[in-house]
């Protein structure tokens, strides 16, 4: 009787077996929750130290550069402020013609009165509301405007600046000017006016004295405009 179950084929060899152990490959732990936490941490400390260092150079800058056009600014103004307080502090009048409070009579020559309240006088003084004082020697250019309404045929219209060097000392003509009404034809409802106007730089002292001298008060237009006398250091 045959045997069936065995077979002229040899078994497979078996796969030889070596002394040493491979390694198995093992995945590294993940890291705690906490070192998490720490990084997350560290990262935004990161941003906003970036951030806050933008932000401050940003300010910075702006900063510098606001205070660089206020300080150009101010040495602007600075300079503009001293200019203008030489110009504040210097010397002038413009001094409005006080109308008598009564009827000036006629052939009265004399000297303007001025309204001392509707005037403006600065760094200078007046004398018994005639005369005009200087405080500040100097170079001045003078004026004077004096309209007439009426005259004679015997005196000439004139108006004249009168200078003298002090209270005491006897004044002198320094400039005068003339108009003339005939040439200025009128009626009774329209009045002959002339003015006579003259303008002029002059050296003054300390003291000096200026004053407007008419032939005839009552020639004088007092209307507010017509008549003025003025002053300013140059």
């Known amino acids: 009787m045959i045997n069936t179950y065995q077979t ?23 890291p705690s929750r906490g070192n998490s936490k720490f990084l997350i941490r560290f990262l935004v400390a990161v941003v906003l130290l ?21 300080l150009q600014a101010e040495g602007k103004a600075a300079h503009l402020s001293t200019d203008e307080q030489k110009t504040a502090f210097k010397p002038m009048a413009r001094m409005v013609v006080k109308h008598p409070h009564a ?31 200087i405080l500040q020697p100097g170079e001045y250019y003078v004026y ?34 003339f108009c003339s009404l005939e040439s200025h034809g009128g009626s009774e409802l329209i009045p002959r006016l002339c003015t006579a106007t003259q303008g002029e730089v002059m050296a003054l002292e300390r003291g000096n004295q200026l004053s407007v001298w008419v032939p005839d008060l009552s020639w004088v237009n007092y209307e507010e405009g017509a008549t003025s006398f003025g002053m300013y250091k140059l």
């Open 50 to 70: 970036q951030l806050f260092l933008t932000v401050g150079g940003f300010l910075y800058l702006n900063h510098n550069s606001t205070m660089g056009k206020r």
């Open 8 to 30: 002229s084929l040899d078994p497979p060899p078996v796969p030889p077996r070596h002394s040493r152990s491979y390694p198995v490959l093992i995945p590294d732990p993940l």
């Open 103 to 133: 009827a000036v009579k006629k052939f009265t020559p004399g000297y303007l009165q001025w309204d001392i309240k509707h005037s403006f006088r600065r760094n200078i003084n007046h004398y018994h509301n005639i005369w005009m004082t």
């Open 144 to 177: 004077s405007r004096v309209t007439f309404s009426s005259s004679d045929s015997m005196r000439a219209l004139a108006s004249k600046v009168k200078l003298r060097k002090n209270e005491t000392e006897e004044e002198k003509p320094a400039m005068q000017a």
